[in-house]
């Protein structure tokens, strides 16, 4: 089993739609928990960053954190093409221990 | 946008060759990192630095090298290519702020390919 799950789907969506991306993962270490978005041949930039259990909003991004289920989700309201991109979860036990990676959600906004 | 900087952005080369990618980031950041990513797959670390004069094996072993004479640099070298180590490589940087994790911030990576 892997340390973290993560639907590498495509997920296609009209203009204007909620998206829900999840992730689910096995160590119960994992602190830190990060989104990033990664546009078609660019490097991954960070979107959010949340710490244990709850939930952190930026603008129409919304990243929730359930540690007792291991699970953690980003929503994002109103959805515009610009979204468009792949989606990755990253977790960490936190200070100097590197990340590890979810292998990406495809994401589609379509107009 | 994160100052770091990955050259080439594009590799065609044959069997065998020798090349080495470079990174370069400007944001005076002590750790350092190499992963390969694959189209959908996860990123898989490959070598990475605490500072000058530091490297590690990350857990993919990808029958590369580093170095890390200058903090700003962080070269990537195969000694012979081979067709298997076809795949986008991404550099990435970090440092430990407020939030007491560490912050990557990734480079525009290079797409190899070996024929």
Redesign the interface.
């Known amino acids: 089993q892997k340390e973290v799950e993560q639907d590498p789907g495509p997920l296609s969506v009209p203009e204007g739609a909620i998206v829900s991306l999840n992730c689910t993962y096995s160590n119960s270490a994992f602190q830190y928990f990060m989104w990033y978005r990664q546009y078609s041949r660019k490097g991954p930039e960070l979107l959010m960053y949340t710490y244990s259990s709850g939930n952190k909003e930026d603008g129409r991004f919304t990243a929730q954190v359930d540690k007792s289920s291991k699970y953690i989700s980003l929503f994002i309201r109103d959805s515009q093409p610009s979204d468009s991109a792949t989606y990755l979860c990253a977790m960490s036990a936190g200070g100097s221990y590197i990340p590890t990676f979810g292998r990406g959600t495809s994401l589609i906004v379509h107009p | 946008e994160?100052d770091?900087y990955q050259t080439p952005r594009y590799l065609v080369i044959g069997t065998g060759k020798k090349i080495t990618l470079e990174c370069s980031q400007t944001m005076g950041h002590d750790k350092m990192?190499w992963y390969q990513q694959d189209p959908?797959?996860?990123?898989h670390?490959i070598h990475?630095s605490y500072g000058v004069n530091s490297t590690e094996k990350g857990d993919l072993s990808s029958e590369s090298t580093v170095s890390r004479i200058r903090t700003e640099h962080f070269p990537l070298t195969l000694e012979s290519a081979r067709p298997s180590h076809t795949s986008q490589y991404?550099c990435?940087s970090s440092y430990?702020g407020r939030?007491?994790?560490?912050?990557?911030?990734?480079?525009?990576?290079t797409?190899l390919l070996v024929l």
């Open positions: 994160a770091i990192y959908g797959m996860e990123l670390l990475y991404l990435a430990l939030t007491d994790q560490e912050t990557q911030y990734f480079g525009p990576g797409r």
